[in-house]
Nanobody, 128 residues
Framework: QVHLVESGGGLVQPGGSLRLSCATSGFTLDYYAIGWFRQAPGKEREGLACISSNYGTKYYTDSAKGRFAISRDNTKSTVDLQINNLKADDTAVYYC?????????????????????WGQGTQVTVSS
């Protein structure tokens, strides 16, 4: 029933910025966490930034600290990821994920295979 749709990816030059958006629907639980993950070719999927549905508490992994910012807009049911000073190593497919009764830190650090709900992903390519 949970539906997640990512958008905002594309081709960006190094040093540029990008804002990704995750549109959410179909939640039946009162408390859940929503997060952004990425997977580069040949690498494992990794958590970046996660946020709670109620109080808006946030958690950033080491890969995301400094240049990434997660935010929510409850009126539009969206969760955005702002990425600044993009680097070539940021090239990956970026996914939105959600899990009921999870804290943001728990969602970002858990094995991705254990997460129930995923979007289809949006491609981010950083190249000059």
């Amino acid at each position: 029933q949970v539906h997640l749709v990512e958008s905002g990816g594309g081709l960006v030059q190094p040093g540029g910025s990008l804002r990704l958006s995750c549109a959410t629907s179909g939640f039946t639980l009162d408390y859940y966490a929503i997060g952004w993950f990425r997977q580069a070719p040949g690498k494992e999927r990794e958590g970046l930034a996660c946020i709670s549905s109620n109080y808006g508490t946030k958690y950033y992994t080491d890969s995301a600290k400094g240049r990434f910012a997660i935010s929510r807009d409850n009126t539009k049911s969206t969760v955005d990821l702002q990425i600044n000073n993009l680097k070539a190593d940021d090239t990956a497919v970026y996914y939105c994920a959600a899990q009921g009764f999870f804290e943001p830190q728990q969602l970002c650090l858990i094995r991705p295979g254990a997460i129930d709900h995923w979007g289809q992903g949006t491609q981010v390519t950083v190249s000059s």
